[in-house]
């Protein structure tokens, strides 16, 4: 299964700030997934990222507050814009290696904003 | 869209004993992927097994099984043997050729000296 390399592993941001998290992968992948696990809850999608296409978002998530690159096959950056203590949250990247065997995950970045 | 329920928030269970945690899904798809995946404190999701919809046979890996039910839409993870390291959040996950992952609420499990 693909290795993926997440950074940072947490931070404490101040609100108004941004902050962009990145995911390194071991091996080419098509698509790149970026999640949202807030306190004590399950992990919600933010946006799938193609590489040399525009991210497509889920519902409640916009391009202005998560801005994504995909600029190659192996790397992929979530920003988490303007924040503010809501955004507070573990944030998580996810490929689906070829011949499939099930998702692989980033080791998460904790985000605290204060 | 599917859904993924788990009807147990909590759980523990003493070292040793057996455990089993419960999963229902809902889904019009015939063809589809269930999984469970472990979340200790460190916040890394590790696939613990999976199950292939086609498959009738129950997957097991080590300590590990499901109870997979497809007609009822249930996938159960039975964990033998309990140890401390079981100590996590479990979710339950579906996936479906759309290329979505779609997770539980999560299990939260204890096991106690």
């Known amino acids: 299964s693909a290795v993926i390399s997440q950074k940072p592993s947490r931070d404490i941001c101040q609100r108004g700030t941004s902050l962009t998290i990145q995911c390194q992968v071991d091996s080419q992948v098509t698509m790149m997934f970026w999640y949202r696990q807030q306190p004590g809850q399950s992990l919600t999608l933010i946006a799938t990222a193609n590489q040399g296409s525009e991210a497509t978002y889920e519902s409640g998530f916009v391009i202005d507050k998560f801005p994504i690159s995909r600029p190659n096959l192996t790397f992929s950056t979530l920003t988490v814009s303007n924040m503010s203590p809501e955004d507070s949250s573990i944030y998580l990247c996810s490929v689906a290696p070829q011949g499939f065997y099930g998702y692989t995950f980033g080791s998460g970045t904790r985000l605290t904003v204060v | 869209a599917q859904t993924v329920t788990q009807s147990q928030p909590e759980m523990s269970v003493q070292e040793a004993e057996t455990v089993t945690l419960s999963c229902t899904y809902d889904?019009?798809?015939?063809?589809?992927?269930l999984f469970w995946y472990k979340q200790p404190p460190s916040r890394q999701m590790i696939l613990v097994i999976r199950?292939?919809?086609?498959?009738?046979q129950n997957a097991t890996e080590n300590r590990f099984s499901v109870n997979f039910q497809k007609a009822a839409k249930s996938f159960s993870l039975k964990i033998s043997d309990s140890q401390l390291g079981d100590t996590a959040m479990y979710f339950c996950a579906f996936y479906n050729a759309g290329n979505m992952l779609t997770f539980g609420g999560g299990t939260r499990l204890m096991v106690k000296p």
């Open positions: 889904t019009s798809e015939n063809n589809y992927y």
């Open positions: 199950q292939e919809a086609y498959k009738q």
